[in-house]
């Protein structure tokens, strides 16, 4: 397969550059169908930025093979083979022609020795550019077997793809570790944590030039930091703690419940090494925070529960009632001269539509809150009936991302730095594996229809048996080598000071 997959990449290329640079005919005869062609992946009518790696496709047919032509006014790329692969420089010369405007795609197949014209569709370039990498964390999407995964980055200008870090590195036979919630502060590769469960775990802080393993455990707090984010301009990142399960359902399209049975909030000092509860109200599960980009505000979601007073097994009387609790998208105001957090506000309440809000995240510019809603719980990266919303936090509208949504799950997203362009995780390909999507978002707050993350083979996803989670934009790659981060981890952890608030 593996064979058969690199002949067909590699007859397209050769043809693709061929016909670039001999400036070969497009068929000559041929039928002209009504309809858009069935192309994998799907750029019909996409926006796109201007700089990125170009959209590679294969018809999703029988079709012995194809002709693309991609032209903006006297500039042109005709490819021919099993595949339409553009040069990589040759796109860039015509994106940057066509930005503001569009590229126009005139796609030929052929079966049965005859030709179709299909009708022509528009890739709309975008003047907005894009942050130059995406980081992500690639894993099987199975409930028990995590070893084999990294915490990979991707080049979005190119398709070059590097391991960040690798779980491999630290496991011993029976002793295996998970690697999990990479974060960075402010898209700053050089700025980032990520956590290793199990053996030899911590948490792992790389800041001004040092890599650092944290033991975050403390008698004082939940469990050790779990889903962080990092102060845009402080060294304090904030996590929830989470006493996580997982059960599975006998006969259910989500096919697994991931649930809290408790969860608070903490704040950790980089510098002090030094962690404080912000939250710790046993009947409130507070779970993902987000800082606001000026950093005076800290979102968060919350889920009421209360266990009767006879309960002597909370997971037991959790998973009784477990499609029963929904979050709400909370605040609290934060002042950077005292590190004092004030009360907390409702920022959205869920629970009263008879749904469930996760995963707040907030634009570059502070405006538009994007956060998954679902019909309850907290893991929606499970939840088939998991959608985008999107909420002006300057008009307090809410609405379904509707444009951005498809019949299946859609989860984890990334705003870039110039909040122009979304990356979300979405099953929508198949069900079953998560693949990253981009879109453009306007001034308004609208997007523009997601394109699946460009691929130098096209057929690659549908091939890669390994799922995209947590996809996070950064301004460059993380240059720290996978073998020095676990180095680290094979050391001891530093044990966290608890105190009862950070100081200045």
Known sequence: MIRNRYNRFMMGLFSCLFLT???????????????????????TDVTVPVNIAPLTFEMDDLSEEMVVRYSFGEKEIICRGNQSLPDIDDWKQLTVAAQGKDIQVETYACKDGQW????????????????????????SPSYTCYEELTISQRCLENYDESVIYDNMLCTDGPKGQCINCHNYQHYDPDKMQFHARHNLGGTVVAYDGKIRK???????????????????????????????HQVFHIYHPNKIEVYDTESDLIAYDVEKNEVANIEKDPNEMEVFPFWAPDGKYLYYSSAHFEYPDSTNNKVLEFVKRYNTVRYNIYRKSFDPA????????????????????????ISPDGRYLMFTLGRYGVFHIWHND??????????????PANELNSLKTESYHSWSSNGRWVVFSSRRDDGNYTRPFIA????????????????????????FMKSYNIPEFMRGPVTIKPQSFADVLKGDGEPVKYVQKLSK
């Open 214 to 244: 944290i033991n975050m455990r403390n008698d004082s707090i939940l469990s050790a930091g779990v889903y962080p984010t990092w102060h845009p301009t402080l060294p304090i990142i904030v996590y929830s703690t989470n006493l996580t």
């Open 21 to 43: 640079a001999c400036n070969q005919q497009l068929p000559s005869e041929y039928t002209q169908s009504d309809s858009l062609p069935q192309i994998y992946p799907d750029y």
């Open 386 to 399: 998991a959608d985008l919303w999107m909420l002006d936090l300057q008009t307090g509208v809410v609405r």
């Open 440 to 463: 453009h978002i306007d001034e308004n707050g609208k997007g523009t229809k997601p394109f699946e993350l460009p691929c130098a083979d096209p057929d690659f996803h549908r091939q």
């Open 338 to 361: 005292t590190m004092e957090f004030g009360p907390r506000e409702l920022v959205f309440d869920a629970d009263s539509l008879g749904k469930s809000a996760t995963l707040p995240r």
């Open 116 to 139: 179709t014209r299909y009708q022509p569709f528009s890739i709309h370039v975008s003047p907005d550019s894009i942050d130059a990498y995406i980081s992500y964390r690639l894993i």
